[in-house]
């Protein structure tokens, strides 16, 4: 599967992940200067069009920085992970805009996929879900991540629930309520009243300008960590890859696990996804969610977790009896949006018009 979509992606996203890797790599190091669009070009064998395209992403990414009539410069670092250098010292402001959302999804869209569920499915809609969610769900979810985001899971490690708060409890019951949990500071109060709800104990960590500040990981004694690395809700940060990776090395030295919660990510600005930390980790200690409240409708209170494989016999055995919150027709439903290629087209014009009125964030 991965070689066939190799065949189909785009020049520029194949120089990209060339580029990217051999940042990760350590080919070209921290500080160093990429090569010019027009060699790199040349070197490739493709446009300066293309090219630039690709520096874009890194730049998008935070791999990558353009400094005017200098060229573009490599970012990301690894070498002082936990090091003690540290962010300023300065104060966050919150944004000014709320939480609540209104979805601008095509209605007859979302209606005509309504009436093919009643039509292909009949009365099956009736029926109680399997525990982990509908089979057809879970699969259109699958193959949905592989191509957006990376994302590499099998139907198996895709549970669906009725929303990330509940998907939150889940997370918690899975992991142990006997853990502390570090969350952003400033964070969605929702998620750390979830947490303190079900007698976990929530370590807040101070933020700075790329994500939770070094100092904060380094002083908690938290072995989960909750993040939103895409847009902090209130803060609108977004993490870059050196912090991303930051957070996946800090999570292999504690044995600890972290809980990215990608909210609103499908509706980034840039022409592609931003890596999660689920697709930049291999050691297995990711739980990813996300939701489809932003990208359908806030009604449809509908979420997902993905889970790493070394989770999946401990959930089972902890939490496979719990009955599937979501109604079988919903669920349906939102598989044919995915199949039919409705709900990337909605999600392709949301970026398509974010990009031409230079809004970045929720």
């Given amino acids: 599967m991965q070689n066939h979509a190799k065949k189909k992606m785009p020049v520029y996203m194949l120089l990209y992940t060339q580029v990217k890797n051999d940042i990760i790599s350590g080919a070209y190091p921290y500080g160093s200067r990429l090569p010019s669009k027009r060699t790199m070009a040349e070197k490739s064998g493709v446009s300066v069009i293309s090219?630039?395209?690709?520096?874009?992403?890194?730049?998008?990414?935070?791999?990558?920085?353009?400094?005017?009539?200098?060229?573009?410069?490599?970012?990301?670092?690894?070498?002082?992970?936990?090091?003690?250098?540290?962010?300023?010292?300065?104060?966050?402001?919150?944004?000014?805009?709320?939480?609540?959302?209104?979805?601008?999804?095509?209605?007859?869209?979302?209606?005509?996929?309504?009436?093919?569920?009643?039509?292909?499915?009949?009365?099956?809609?009736?029926?109680?879900?399997?525990?982990?969610?509908?089979?057809?769900?879970?699969?259109?979810?699958?193959?949905?991540?592989?191509?957006?985001?990376?994302?590499?899971?099998?139907?198996?490690?895709?549970?669906?629930?009725?929303?990330?708060?509940?998907?939150?409890?889940?997370?918690?019951?899975?992991?142990?309520?006997?853990?502390?949990?570090?969350?952003?500071?400033?964070?969605?109060?929702?998620?750390?009243?979830?947490?303190?709800?079900?007698?976990?104990?929530?370590?807040?960590?101070?933020?700075?300008?790329?994500?939770?500040?070094?100092?904060?990981?380094?002083?908690?004694?938290?072995?989960?960590?909750?993040?939103?690395?895409?847009?902090?809700?209130?803060?609108?940060i977004t993490a870059g890859a050196s912090k991303r990776a930051e957070y996946i090395k800090w999570a292999v030295m504690r044995n600890g696990f972290i809980i990215e919660d990608n909210y609103d990510s499908e509706l980034t600005v840039s022409k592609k996804n931003v890596d999660t930390v689920f697709s930049m980790s291999d050691s297995g200690n990711v739980i990813y969610l996300n939701t489809f409240s932003r990208t359908v409708a806030p009604s449809m209170r509908v979420g997902y977790m993905v889970l790493p494989e070394s989770l999946l016999d401990t959930f089972e055995h902890k939490l496979g009896f719990y009955s599937c919150t979501v109604p079988v027709f919903e669920q349906y439903v939102l598989a044919e949006l995915i199949k039919n290629g409705s709900f990337e087209r909605h999600i392709n014009k949301v970026r398509r018009a974010r990009r031409r009125s230079g809004k970045n964030g929720p």
């Fill in 51 to 236: 090219v630039e395209h690709a520096y874009e992403l890194l730049c998008d990414e935070g791999y990558a920085d353009a400094r005017e009539r200098s060229g573009y410069f490599v970012i990301y670092k690894t070498d002082d992970f936990f090091s003690g250098h540290d962010e300023s010292g300065e104060e966050l402001t919150a944004s000014a805009e709320t939480h609540t959302v209104k979805s601008d999804f095509p209605f007859s869209v979302l209606a005509k996929t309504m009436r093919r569920v009643l039509l292909d499915h009949g009365e099956k809609i009736l029926t109680k879900s399997p525990n982990r969610g509908c089979p057809e769900l879970r699969s259109a979810i699958s193959h949905y991540l592989a191509r957006s985001c990376g994302i590499e899971a099998r139907p198996e490690q895709i549970i669906i629930g009725s929303g990330a708060e509940y998907l939150y409890g889940l997370a918690v019951q899975l992991l142990g309520s006997d853990r502390i949990y570090a969350i952003e500071d400033p964070s969605y109060e929702k998620i750390r009243r979830v947490y303190v709800a079900h007698g976990v104990r929530c370590d807040m960590l101070k933020m700075g300008r790329d994500g939770i500040r070094t100092s904060e990981l380094e002083r908690t004694s938290a072995t989960v960590l909750h993040i939103t690395p895409f847009c902090s809700f209130p803060s609108g």
